[in-house]
Structures are given as C-alpha cells and as structure tokens.
C-alpha cells in the first residue's frame, strides 16, 4: 500500500486547506499541555551571557563610593557618560551607553524592564563550568564529581515534569545549553520526555534559517517509505524507536528530531516576517536598510560572527514562539563576557564607549529592543506577552587587573523584560524604582564578599581578599517567581523544577516582586 | 507479502571471514563472532573511526585474534620510533607545507623549523592535515591521544592572531596581517606537533608545553598577565581543566566525599606565581618576527591603596609562597613546598607545574578523563578500582606516566568483556568522517588516486562539512574545555541532524569521486560478485558489514531488508533478485538512498 505523500500533506496543512487536522496531528504528535499550561498566551525566552559578564559596567552603581576611577582603570564609566535611569534610583544607577537600545524599555512611564542586581549563586565557586551548572539546573553543586556533566537543565524539567512529551521548549544556539539538557542517567535510563530538541541552521541561510531544520534538508533524495509512518512505525520512525541504553536514548532523540522537524515544516513560514519593524542584523533580505551596525556604533562589534549568528538564533527563537503552537520556552546565549583583559570603558579620548563587553551588550540590548518591538505588534496576541530572561553565571571582580579585564566575581545582575500589546506584567521595586536590591539598606556593596556562610560547606564562597560583590538575592527566587506568575505554578511543581526549593530560608530567598 | 525471514547472521560471518581473508595472504584463521565483536569494539575505541575493514588489516598482522593482541599491535606501532604516520598517510601530508615528523624531534628546538618557515602556511591547512593523520594514519592510538591532548590544553587560533597581529601592528610590521595569521598557525603546529610527540609519554612534558607555548600563553592571558594585580585566567583555568579539576573524593565511612582542591587564595597566589611569564619578538622590522618566551619579574609595590575603601590590594607578598594551606582542602592534594620568590633556574611557575603534575588530584583527573575516553563516557565510581590502578600507575613516572595508565585502562576486563560499554560512546564530527571515508578506503576506494589539486580540495570540503555539520572548527574552539564531550551535549537533534547530513555529504563527495575512477557501484558489483551474492540479502548485510559490524538489532535489519526489497514506490516484487543487471540503475538508487538511511541511524553516533 502507498503511504501518504507528507509534502502534499505539509502543503495542505500551510494552506490551511486542513487546519484542524494540524491541531490535531500535533496534539496526536506531541502529547496535551498540562491544565496549567494549557493555553498560556505567556512564552519565555532565556538569554545565557556566558562567561560572567561585568554587571557593575551594565548597570553602573554610581553610587558606591567604590566605584572609582582607580578600582575600575579602564573599564570605569563616568556617571556623566552613562545612561541615567528614571524614577526612584537611591544608588544613581545608570546604564552602559552601549545598552541605548533598551533604555526606552527601563525609562517608559511604565517600565515594561527591570534589573536585579546582586542577584546569584549563593554556592558560587568562580568557576564557569559549575556556575552556569548551576544557573542552567537550577540545583546548587556543593557536592559534586568534577565531571559530572550530564545534569538535566531546569527548563527541561519544566517540559518534562509538567508539560508533559512534546515539543514545548527549545535550545536555539550552536551548542545545546544545559538549561534545556536531558540527563541520561548513569545506568542508561531516561525518560523520553526530557529530550527538549536542539535548533540551529544547518547552514548559513540567511533567508530562512530555522526553515532548514526539516526532513527536506536532510532527506532531499529520500522517498516517502524511507521516512515512513508513526503509527505503525515505519521507515525512519520505526528506526527511531526501540533500542536500549545509549541507543535507545541516541533513537529518542533522532524520534525527536523528526518530530520538531516536521513542526517546523508544517508552521514556520518562509522566509519569517518579524512584526512592528524589528530587525534581526546581518540577515538577508534588509529591507529596510538594516541599521546595525551603523557608523556610530560599529567600533563596538567585537565578533562580527559571534554577534551575527547571535541574531539569527534570537530570529529562529521568536519564528518557533510565534508560530509552533506549543513551543513555550525557547533559549539563545551569547559567549564572549569573560573578559578577563581588555574589557573596555568609557575612552574619554575619543569620548565614546569601546571595547569587546560594550559590543556584546550592544547586541544583547538591540535584540531584545526587536522582540518588543514584535511583541508591541501583536506577535503573540491581544492577551499574550513574551517574558525576556537575561542571565549569566557570575558577576566580576569590583577592581580591574592590570590588563585592563575583570576577574571572576560572585553577584550578578539578572534582566527582566515583558512585552506585549497588553500592560507589561512588570514591576518596579517599592524601595529602589527599576534597579532591585539598590537601596542602601539593600546594597551590599562591590568589596563585600566577606561573608564566610555563602559558598560550600567548608569551602567558603570568597576567602579574603575580598574583591567582588556578594549575593543579596538567590537567583532561584528569580525562577520561582517566573514560574509562579507566569504559569501559576503550585510549590509543589516548583520544587520539581527547583529542587528543595521551599525550603531555601533567609533572605536571599525572599522573592522579589518584579513581576505579577 | 509477509516479510521473509532473516537469515542474515551466516551470511555475515562469511563476509567478515571472507574480507579478513582477502585483506591478508596470512594462513586463514576462524574467528568467533565474540572475538571480532571485541576487536571491533577495541579498534573504534583505539582509533578516530575504525570500520571492519580495520579488523582484518589488524588481524593478518597479529599472532592471533585476541584483542590484548591487537593493542599490542597498536602499541607498538605507537611507540614506534621514529613517528610514522605510514605510506598513505605521508603522500597525503606531503601536499600540506607541515613537516611530518621523521624522528622525535622537539619541534619547539632551535633550528627544527623555524619561525620564519612558516610562510604561506593557513590555520584551514592545518586543520585538514589534523583530518588526514585522523583518517589514514597508521599510528592511530597516537592520533587519538594527540587530539585529546589538544582539546585538554585548548587554545585558539583565533585569538592568538588577533594579539600577534596587535603586537606586530605596533611594532611597525608593513604585513602585520600575514604575519600574524602564518606566525598563529605555526605556533599551533609547534605545539599540536609537540602533544604528538608526548602522547603517550610525561605528563608533565605536556603540561610544559602548553603552559610555556604562544597558544596557551596569550589563550589565556599569561602573556599580559602583572602585577599589582594581575589576571587570573590562567591561574584558575590550569587548577581546573588542566590539572587537578575543583575537587576530589575522600573516602569517607558514609561514601565519597568531594572536597576541593583549592580555593580563591590559591589562585591568587599562582596568578602572582605566572605574572612575569611573557613573550618578546627578539627581532625588528623588517626582519622576520622571532617570539620567545620571557620571564620578567613583576615590581609590585607592597601595601594597601589607600584610594579603595574597604578593599585590600593583592601585591604579591614578597617570599616564598605556600599553596593549597586551606583547612577545608582535600589532604589528598597536599600543600606545595615553599616557592621561592624569583629563584635562580625554574622559574616560580616551572615548581607550581612540577607540584601540579605530581599530585595525586592531577593523577586522579587525568586518569578519569582517560577512563571516560577509552571506557565509557559515564562517571566513574569514585573509587572504581580501575581508576585506583591508573592513579597508582600515573606515580610510576615522575611528573604522571601516561602510557601506564592508557595501558591499564586498555588490558582491563571492563574493556575487554564488558559488552554493555560497546556502541556506548559519542563520535565527534572528525570521528564520524574518519569513520565513513574509511568505509571508502575499505571497499577499495584509493585516497591516493587523483592529483595533488584533487585531494586537496576534497579534504577541504571534508573540513567545511565538519564545521557547517557538525560545528566542530579544529584549532578553533571558543571554550577553554575544548570540543565538547557526553552524550547531553553530542547527542542532540540539531547534532544528529548534522552528523547525518554530514554522512550523506561525504557518501556524495566520495562516491563522485570513485565515479572518476574505479567505480562505486562497480566495485560493489565486483564485492557482490566475489562472493556470489546477487540478492537484496547480500546486500543488507552487506551494509551492515560496513557500517556497523553486524551489531544491529533483527529489528533494524528487517526495516532495512524491507527497504531494499521493496521498488521505489515501496511496492515488493522488484526484479532485483530474477535481474539484477538488468535493473541496475534501480539498484543504484537503491544502494544510495541505503546508504543514507543507514547513515541516519542512531548507531551512527556511537562507537
């Protein structure tokens, strides 16, 4: 018997000759969204600064009498260069000028931007591996093998543990991050669930990029016996399946391949049309010119193809939000912040902003200055909004070294957007306006990290010298407040997503309120 | 039509016997079907992407088919001197302007090849002389070693360009350019070519080279690192990835417990050791550049700034320091001997690497990396007696024996009995092409037929679909832990995409190639004929005879039965079997599209 010939399908279901047999393929396909979830009109997005960027040269505290030309050589930023933040500010917080892009955002009459500063990892232990660990799984490492590595990422278990098999999440970036990590299990067992896919261009296109991510691309001479049914399986599906140990986790994800692959066949159009002029640069068509990099800012670009494939991750990111039904979550990173020489400042010789950290941030903030402007175009609905996370695993050092960089530090500042045609969901701190934990009884100041309980047990977090800034709040409080809000999540799922999370005690657990 | 039985597994010995037999005039010698799935298991372990067609290479030239013979064949070639990467392998790199190592010269000697010899040379040259001695080198375990090397101790390309061509820019170089990224490449031949050397040999050797070589040395900041207060990069990351790692496990009555190696202290105290390690350019324009390493003593003023509030400076306090002192430590590190300020001979960096390389936390990091590599990539017991034996045989040698250790791992039971570990590990990109050119080589495609022109742009494109499938950019990784390793990070959807893209890319580039020459088909045609099978079961299991030395389960042979006997329009009832020559274009496609679909499974991605 001939199998059905799934390019006329996929062509039927673009043209929505069968739409409600999409609806019901993929619910078939990828299992039903949780009664939490179920029609969430609220998508996540995650953005990893790895490496550690330098907080204190994003959002400038001004204010700390530590904050000086001498402590920072040539990375300081006079206050008078920097980008003054509106409302209440006791810190006179002010933002890097290459974060222009985004200052709209944090100084609208209503902030739809926030920032928590020294918030991070009260296990910190400076080294980039087990601090993103950490970030990325959401559990703290204390006691761990030094190669333990296949830790599941908390993103993954938000899909497999409460959203249930399907295609929910994705890893947009050249390596699979560990936020959205399956763990296979030293004895070889998983669960199907947890394989969250891994999306990226197989090649550059710059039309299209994540449209590559399908059969066609990887099949273009293969018939349709070849690839076959999932019901019976059949063909590739059928090869897919099975297996034990290893091989049936390496099936799992080839089964998972297919199915994303075909998601993205059957929704994303070609080439996608971002909404409300938002511009993702060094793709292809331009029209309009694309204005980045412009004469003013392209002594800020640091790595023109780090930079560039950043943006046609951030694109592929918001092309499967906005139109893969069920994809909720999707994650971008950029790397590059570990700027442990040649940081960058202000140059008041030639009175701009320069350096590798200044180019970085310039992307970062002009990328999500384009999913504002998407989602104030209606990308996601009358009722629907897109929260914007932007993490790294830890601050820098409150002093330069004498190569003019920042050495691994402890507290970070973690950014939170939410945007949408609706009013943002974002709130501004009672005590400290856009900046949280900038008040001065909040401020635990840039040398402060002398507090011998954070850290592992025995192996204190920041022995003196004390150089860096410490942790005023748990970056974990950040997620369960996302989760909470966003997605009404019970404590009970929290702790599923955030082992041991309720009972985290103190004050670097309180959750702060910037969003509702 | 009710699918037909298997009948595969005869038939399949018969392959395997028959090609160990044509590849070797040796007296023909019967082996089980265990013992050619243990010498499969130890030749893709042992090489970048050993096929069954290794297997009878092997065996025609070991006294018999166990498997500690075919290490022992390995070895030896391995510790062969001097280095020979074999017939092929040479004609190959000889197309490449790389010197291939004719003794165990130290390529980082005055006068070997100098600095200034390094003209024309291209870092994407580089990386397809990497890609020949992965795939047609003969001394194999050497290749593999020496990659592992590489990614331990990365550095990049990249990055060491950029700072070389700043410096020749500000030293008035007209070409500075050029000059840097022919000056990036050798230094990265130098040092690639001196983790060869040592593959097998003294850890601390290697840890010499890279600590003192240019790649390291500006990857990582140590080139610009002083006082008062100087970087940290290296400090930090050669406590971490390159010696001891973060922590260590004590055995305690309740199970391990991981205690650190080291603390923030510590790593202040090794960036003091390090600041002073520089490199100079002993020429000046417009002589060719001539970089040396240098040691420059750091003039730290001692006190505290009185201009930073709350926040005591780091100057290196003057005498003799002390690591690894902290009461929370794990004991099994132990605490360095005093090291002198600014002695006389090894710098203060030379006593803090040989204290390194000697530690029993070295010992015990280095030995689970190896243990992941060549046993399987899950973490070990923290107490696994093998690992035990390995750290004990790391001290055989002072600075670390890394040839005892390799050996250890490779005469053990796990990895010679232990059949729940094989198919388990992930193939890398290289080892995937490694793999799918040798099944080429096997099925008696020549890599040295064709010109000079010819292999070189098909090596090329062999390095291109490496980078664009499967992101693997060879001298060029971002990440100070090198290429990445584990199944969360190889096996994913975009990664299994890539990996059988990359397959059906080569099978293409290859079987265009064979076009020109002896034919593909012809020469599956003649295999087929050899053996007189002229059937679709000779030629499933055929397949799996290339591709995965019959391993598949009765599962996947079925689907891949029902393909091949089916027509393209999936109806049963070809001709093939009544006339096969007759319908041989059918055949055609049919062996293509068969190939990639072997080329998507899953297996693929294991070894």
Redesign the interface.
Known sequence: MQQPNRFDRRAALKAGVAGSLAAALVRTSFGASPAWMAGSPHKLLTIFLRGGYDANSAVIPHGDPTYTSVNRRSTFIPQANSIAINGLNPLSMGLNPALAPIAPLVNAATPRMVFLHATGNIARTGSHFDDQRTWDTATTQCSIPPLFDIEEGWITRVVSEIFGVGFHAASVSESMQQMYRTRLRPNNTFTASRVVPHIRALRDYPNDAVSQFTLDTIFPTLDNKLVGNAAPPSGLRALFSGGAGKDAFARAVGSQMLESAEAVAQFVPTPYLPLGGALYPFGKPQTPPNPYPTPANAGLLWDIELIRRFFMNLRDAMALLRHVPDVNVAGIELGGFDTHSNQGGWNTTTNQIEGQLAGLLNAVAFGIASVDAEASAGAFGPNGSITVLVVSEFGRTSAANTSEGTDHGAASCVWVGNFGTGATRVRTSLTSGAVFNTAATEWPGLFSANDQTFGCPGNPSAPPPHQFMKIATDFRAVYARILRTLYSATPAQIDQVIPGYSSLTGTTAVEPAFIV | MAPVPLRGTALLRTAILTACTAASAAAQVTYTAAELSRGGHVLRRMQHGASVFDLPNVLANSTTSQATNIINFILAKTSTTPINAGAEANTLLGYYPFPIPVGLSDPAAVGYVPQTGSVGWRIHELSEAAIVRAVWSEDTLREVMTRFWQEHFNTNWGVARNYLRNMFLAQGYANADTLAQEYATYFEWQQNDRFRMNALGNFRALLGASAKGVPMMIY??TV??????????YA?ELF?LHTM?????LPTPLGA????NY???D??AAAEIFSGWTLVNTSTPPAAPNIQFSFLPTVCPTGT?P????????CPTPGAKTLFT?P??NPFVGATPPIPENPSGPTEGDLLLDHLANSPATAY?IS??LY?LFIKD??PD?FDPLLLSCVNMWSTQPGGNIQAVVQTLLASNEFLNDT?IR??NERQPIEAVAQTVDIFHGIGVNPLGGSAAEHKARIARVRTLIE??G?QYLFRY????GF??????L????????A??LR?ELYTLFGAFTTNYPSIYFDYLTHLTFVNWLDEWSIINWFHFVAFNNEL?G??QT?QWL?LA?D???NFGNTLTTDFLNNLPVFIQRV??GL??IA????N??K
């Open positions: 990582l900041d610009i690192s002083q006082g008062p207060k100087p970087n940290e990069n930090r971490e790692s973060p922590r260590s496990p417990a991981w205690l650190p603390d923030y202290s790593i202040l700034n201009n930073i509030t709350g926040h005591v400076t780091t902290a929370y430590l990091f689970t990396k992941r899950v973490e923290p729940t198919w388990a664009e499938y992101g971002g990440p100070p832990d990445t390793r584990g199944d969360s990070e096996l994913t959807t975009y990664r299994m995409l890539g059988t893209k059906q389960s599962g996947d689907l393909f089916t393209l329009n999936g293509t599209t990639a679909y998507s499974h899953p297996l991605n294991l």
